[in-house]
């Protein structure tokens, strides 16, 4: 049936996403530690429902979208990780919030005032989790001292549940940081009941929870090119591939796959010193040199042999959240069964 | 209504769509040639038949996803410029062939006869121009004797209607190549009734047919920031914007919006020494120098006056066409209209 579909054609191999998902709760729990994946990989109800069978606290969610979809589909303990900001996020936030037990990130005092107005008028609450910047240089307070200010803010404002705060990334100063932070917070009277790191190669990493009590990852359930090459992850554990066709050989170095940037998207690989656009699984050697929006232009020059027009491999892509993201159908395989399509739940809805 | 909308949020200008509508086709119509837009721009038959209503002869598609869209929707002369390979593909065609007038382009022989055979079996036809790679190295033939030799090829075989050849890129040899090609034609005593060159720029460049008869370009539609800087577009002609609110303001220089890759592509510009990742319009001076998957960041410290939290700006993204292939729906305004929502009639599908 697999081999009968058109391509471009992106498959998630079930029992892959069964071993990643093992091993990271597996990783998280030996350090002591709530886990709560991030959906934003895969956007879909099904696997984020293996993962809290497997253990996981609830969900990570980077955008209301996502965490809509999930609650529709029975997923009940959200953190949306990103600002809700403006008044139409706060509107889908607040009945988000009659639905589910959601907490968010809040990293300024103007955000955190509109979000305790919206849901105090409401008489309704979400937790909140200070953001704080531990180093990446995006959303975030800057300093313990700033998110203990914040904190003591949310404490005083209704319907905001101060729960504690989260880092990205994860700390790599042995804790310092969180234990500066809960310092401030209890020279004000408050608790940091709740402190979230993550980050995929992070936690299988960490050697020491270092004042966590909670750790997100995302992508560990699918795995990416990215992730085999930071060493996070093996080419046999990546459960997402994109099935795709060599439609043209233009000359014998050369080989063209219906696969471009709208198959794959442009994203790179987070790792110095690494171009190109995936691994070619059935011919390592291969480098996807560059992407049209629906042509994959690939090096087969130092491939000993080369494929044919026609034939169909299976590519790793660069970054599984953006090529996940480019998809309104996925299909699931698992050794013995018969492919199923699945809508991804969460994608396209880029609200 | 538009302002009450969240974010981001893909948003058409018609009044500009329909300003470079009339400018490309004037341009075409000024050099002699027939003009055959590129739909993997905007993806909505609404816009290819206003396309077609300003004097187009069909529209270009750059698969059969496109296609099938917009032939369901009434279009009716479609070319599809990418090899079309393989049994699920052929199957797609031969339906296609049987609803509206059909061109593709071959640079194979193999592929050539496959196309035929399934074709010739189903009882319909195709027309055939043999792709030429004039300097681009994706797909095509390499040299005026090789498309010659592939168009004999095609003209024999049942199924296939010989009409010409396509270029990419449009040679700027002053019509050399097409010229030599037509006089390797003619020693076959086959002719080159239609040549097809194309693209925004090339097109806005031309001076004279150079031996084409037909021109296809795509991005010219909505315009991007590739189109200002190489100077085939004014930044007031891009119809296309991503609305952004600006969701955190942790320094002074820096703010962050809710459009990152998953809302933007990291597609770079296609023009050297530029990086970034759009332009801000109500901020110019602002640089979008990263983006996560939900999160762009700006640099705002070149501006005079500053965004503050819950801003709403517009993108100008990068590359038009990759952006509209991440959203499921588009918003369309007119002057004095409401805001229609729509949604992308060939979006999400990646086959």
Same mark, same amino acid.
């Given at each position: 049936?697999?081999?009968?579909?058109?391509? *471009?054609?992106?498959?998630?191999?079930?029992?892959? =996403?069964?071993?990643?998902?093992?091993?990271?709760?597996?990783?998280?729990?030996?350090?002591?530690?709530?886990?709560?994946?991030? =959906?934003?990989?895969?956007?879909?109800?099904?696997?984020?429902?293996?993962?809290?069978?497997?253990?996981?606290?609830?969900?990570?969610?980077?955008?209301?979208?996502?965490?809509?979809?999930?609650?529709?589909?029975?997923?009940?303990?959200?953190?949306?990780?990103?600002?809700?900001?403006?008044?139409?996020?706060? &509107?889908?936030?607040?009945?988000?919030?009659?639905? /589910?037990?959601?907490?968010?990130?809040?990293?300024?005092?103007?955000?955190?005032?509109?979000?305790?107005?919206?849901? %105090?008028?409401?008489?309704?609450?979400?937790?909140?989790?200070?953001?704080?910047?531990?180093?990446?240089?995006?959303?975030?307070?800057? +300093? *313990?001292?700033?998110?203990?200010?914040? /904190?003591?803010?949310?404490?005083?404002?209704?319907?905001? &549940?101060?729960?504690?705060?989260?880092?990205?990334?994860?700390?790599?100063?042995?804790? %310092?940081?969180?234990? %500066?932070?809960?310092?401030?917070?209890?020279?004000?009277?408050?608790?940091?009941?709740?402190?979230?790191?993550?980050?995929?190669?992070?936690?299988?990493?960490?050697?020491?929870?270092?004042?966590?009590?909670?750790?997100?990852?995302?992508? #560990?359930?699918?795995?990416? &090119?990215?992730?085999?090459?930071?060493?996070?992850?093996?080419?046999?554990?990546?459960?997402?591939?994109?099935?795709?066709?060599?439609?043209?050989?233009?000359? +014998?170095?050369?080989?063209?796959?219906?696969?471009?940037?709208?198959?794959?998207?442009?994203?790179?690989?987070?790792?110095?010193?690494?171009?190109?656009?995936?691994?070619?699984?059935?011919?390592?050697?291969? =480098?996807?040199?560059?992407?049209?929006?629906?042509?994959?232009?690939?090096?087969? +020059? /130092?491939?000993?042999?080369? *494929?044919?027009?026609?034939?169909?491999?299976?590519? =790793?892509?660069?970054? /599984?959240?953006?090529?996940?993201?480019? #998809?309104?159908?996925?299909?699931?395989?698992?050794?013995?069964?018969?492919?199923?399509?699945?809508?991804?739940? %969460?994608?396209?809805?880029?609200?």
């Amino acid at each position: 049936v697999i081999d009968a579909a058109d391509t *471009p054609q992106l498959t998630v191999d079930l029992d892959a =996403v069964d071993r990643n998902i093992a091993r990271m709760q597996a990783a998280a729990s030996a350090l002591g530690l709530a886990f709560r994946p991030h =959906v934003k990989t895969h956007k879909l109800p099904l696997v984020a429902a293996r993962q809290v069978a497997a253990g996981a606290v609830g969900i990570t969610c980077q955008k209301l979208t996502e965490a809509e979809a999930m609650i529709d589909a029975g997923l009940d303990d959200v953190l949306v990780t990103f600002p809700v900001v403006g008044v139409p996020k706060l &509107r889908r936030l607040v009945d988000l919030a009659r639905r /589910a037990r959601v907490s968010v990130t809040v990293d300024a005092p103007t955000a955190a005032r509109q979000l305790s107005a919206a849901l %105090a008028a409401a008489g309704t609450e979400v937790g909140v989790l200070v953001d704080c910047d531990t180093g990446y240089g995006r959303t975030g307070v800057r +300093s *313990p001292t700033e998110a203990a200010e914040l /904190a003591a803010l949310v404490a005083q404002l209704p319907g905001l &549940r101060l729960e504690g705060l989260t880092t990205y990334p994860t700390p790599t100063d042995g804790g %310092a940081w969180v234990a %500066a932070t809960r310092e401030e917070f209890a020279a004000r009277g408050l608790e940091a009941r709740r402190v979230s790191g993550g980050g995929t190669l992070a936690t299988y990493r960490m050697t020491a929870a270092d004042g966590l009590t909670e750790v997100r990852a995302g992508t #560990y359930v699918y795995g990416d &090119r990215t992730h085999v090459v930071n060493g996070a992850m093996r080419l046999e554990d990546c459960a997402l591939h994109v099935r795709a066709t060599v439609v043209s050989r233009p000359t +014998s170095d050369r080989a063209i796959l219906d696969a471009g940037s709208k198959a794959l998207t442009n994203d790179p690989v987070e790792a110095d010193g690494y171009g190109g656009h995936g691994i070619v699984l059935e011919y390592p050697d291969a =480098v996807i040199e560059r992407l049209s929006e629906e042509h994959g232009h690939v090096d087969v +020059s /130092a491939c000993p042999t080369r *494929p044919e027009v026609g034939e169909v491999v299976r590519v =790793v892509p660069n970054h /599984a959240c953006g090529a996940v993201n480019l #998809y309104d159908r996925v299909t699931l395989l698992r050794a013995g069964d018969v492919p199923r399509e699945l809508m991804v739940a %969460a994608r396209g809805c880029s609200r």
